[in-house]
């Protein structure tokens, strides 16, 4: 390691020596200045009390002076203070003047007016009455005399003074010598001569390590240790970039992805082999030439490049985009073009060939908007040919289409008879024959399940649409090959027009599927148009559903009662609750305007809920009356078994305090074929906690006889239908007579509904038939009304109006 001269100028010694005797100087002179103030203001204070003693010697003979005014006494007394060579000048004055005067010769004005500001002044008391002032003593100090004294004792004090410090500088400057002073050239000389790379480190030698400079020594080798440190990370550094170096111009070389730097009109500056490869560029040009541009590359479209080069050059962007390439055998290839900017308008860039990932997502958007069973479009697809084509007819370029929605009649039935396998095949057909009364530019989808659809471009005409309609209808009605099994099946269609009926997508498929509901309505295997009129039914639905569930908010549905009579007992054992809702606008609404609609939405569920609490409390009203009545619920097959668990049913009436035999749950024929093994389970377990099961509408469905051999009912109730005619049908008369003698033998209770007349009533009593609800008796009445009618009934089977 070169050595480095010594500083030059003065050493820390002379600087160090300098300091410290400049130091002790200024705090001699401060020192002896203070003593010299401090030593005058002492000497003056000593004169005038020496003086003030020497007035209080004399001051009996200046009393008898002053007092007899004596002048010669007085200047006696003058003459003798003045011998005292402390004093410079005397004055005696007794009240009526001044007596007598005396000073030194030879003493000049200044020097009495120094001495007159530290004047003596004694007063003189009559030697007979020490009250009595009878003038006084004016002595002037020698000022010269202080001056004297305070000289020679700041002398005294400033030879100690400086001999003191002249000591205490020695002694400094021998310990700076010593412990500071040569231990720092020491170091000095040691780093000049120190070559920290070979490992050369400062000697501590003599010094404290603990003290300031054993602390610097350490300090200086940790500094050397860190150089040394960073010297060989540097050295590390270079030998893993110059290794970097190899492996990126190997990368660079051996990359399946192209690397280029070009400027900004596209000519390339510096590229890798596999660029060469995309570009197709000829075997003869080396990697170094210069002079490719990009710009004259086959591309599909040559604009897309120069934009992406400007925009990375001009916005200062990484920018990427995928650019279709023109191959050398006609075909075409995807590559991923990468650009960022290195400054210079100069650009890198990286390509990389993505044809095979631009397959899988055009094959990826090409299944997401196709039906993996028929291979026609789905309803995602469907939805953006309707989107395309409205546009098209926006714009101008057509007048308007049809749009179709096809629905096989019948399919769910034999879909779950068969198995999905048949049921595939089904579908597959019937897109196929779909398919095959089209045109080419029609265009065909699936929706889901058994729901297809249809796009007709360029026809605006019921006529047309209609003609289309009924090829279809006939193609799907044509039988199915089921495994073997011919499977006939049929086609609803809804058919709306573009922009007639429906101007947007969700209008049109919701007027679509309004007509499709009304073809299925009037029978089916049939097409329907749209008509405004569906629209105003459906918002009618819509109304009336959003009044049921304010309905059940507002508490505008009520429960009316009507009475069921034994006829033995010739009294009201029971009620079936009917509910009726009191609109708070259209006034009371029969059940038939809106259970159906309740059903269809899963209302039913919530105002099924709500009546069991309403017929509960009813109950419990009874049983703290008195009354031995039960009461009796119509129940939906939506309420079965999670719309109204059996274990709701029961907290029902332990919440309040109702036997669970006194309310009883009517259940048609219909809801038991919805789904018989859950229902079977639901009506076990009811009974089972005590509820009793009345089965309603009895006789009306396909296997009413089966049913009571298959599900735990108690009573049945025979429908109103078969006790309307019974006067006049003896088919109806026959069948009501077996369903009670077939109920007597399995041990049933019969319940007869809708009894009008007591003809009705006497034959029924002749068949035996003890229980009977009907108009006869009453009509349906409000809860407040019920005790009243039960017991105008009672009167009624009494002798005088029996």
Known sequence: MKTLPLGKGHSILYIAAVAVVSSAIGVGLIFIGITAWVTHERAQQQTSQRLGELLGTVESTASIACFVEDQALARELARGLLKNSEALAVVIRSNSGELASARRSGVGEIALARAAEARIRRPIVSPFNSALTVGEILLDPDPEAVERTVIEEVRFIGILLWLLLAALVSVIAFVMLRQIVRPIQGLSLQLH?????????????????????????????????????????????????????????????????????????????????????????????????????????????????????????????????DLEFLHGDGNTR????????????????????????RQAEDSARHQAVTDPLTGIANRPGLEQQLQAEMQHCTSGSENGFAFLLIDLDGFKRINDALGLPVGDSILKAASSRILSCLKDSDIVARMGGDEFAAILPRIDDEALAASVGERI????????????????????????????????????????ELAL????????????????????????????????????????????????????????????????????????????????LAEETGLIVDIGLWCLEEACLRLAEWQREGRDLYLSLNISARQIPEGLPPAVVLDAVRRHGVDASRLVLEITEGVLLADVGRSQSWLRELRESGFRIYLDDFGTGYSSLSYLKRFPVDTVKIDKSFIRDLNRNEND????????????????????????????LAQLRQMGCNYIQGYHFSMPVCSADFAAAAESIARSFLPENA
């Open 334 to 357: 995807w590559l991923n073009v990468v650009l960022s900017p290195i400054g210079d308008e100069r650009v890198q860039g990286v390509v990389s060939n993505v044809t095979e990932r």
């Open 733 to 760: 008369r026959a069948l009501v007579e077996a369903i009670i003698a077939m109920a007597r033998s399995l041990r049933l209770q019969v319940v007869a509904e809708g009894v009008e007349d007591a003809e009705q």
């Open 517 to 596: 509901d009304r073809a299925k309505a009037s029978g089916g295997g049939r097409f329907s148009f749209f008509d405004p009129a569906m629209a105003e039914t459906a918002e009618r639905r819509r109304t009336l559903e959003t009044d049921m569930q304010l309905a059940l908010r507002r508490n505008e549905f009520k429960l009316f009662l009507q009475p069921v009579v034994d006829l033995s007992g010739k009294r009201v054992v029971g009620a079936e609750a009917l509910i009726r809702w009191q609109h708070h606008e259209k006034g009371l609404i029969v059940p038939d305007a809106f259970i159906p």
């Open 473 to 512: 209808v006939r193609a799907l009605r044509r039988s199915y090959d089921g495994h073997g099994t011919p499977i006939q099946l049929g086609a609803s269609i809804g058919i709306t027009l573009f922009p007639g009926d429906g101007a947007d997508l969700p209008t049109l498929l919701r007027n679509a």
């Open 193 to 321: 001569r120190m070559d920290a790379a070979a490992g050369d480190r400062l000697a501590i030698g003599r010094v404290d390590p603990g003290a300031e400079l054993g602390g610097l020594v350490a300090d200086v080798n940790a500094l050397a240790d860190q150089l040394v440190a960073s010297l060989d990370d540097e050295r590390k550094l270079r030998i893993q970039r110059e290794f970097d170096e190899k492996k990126y111009r190997a990368i660079f070389d051996n990359a399946e992805t192209g690397i280029f730097i070009a400027r900004r009109d596209g000519v390339v500056e510096s590229r890798n082999p596999a660029l060469a490869r995309l570009f197709e560029l000829p075997a003869y040009l080396s990697v170094d030439s210069a002079g490719i541009s990009l710009l004259t590359l086959p591309w599909q479209q040559p604009s897309s490049l120069p934009e992406l080069l400007a925009r990375c050059v001009d916005e200062n962007l990484t920018l990427a985009a």
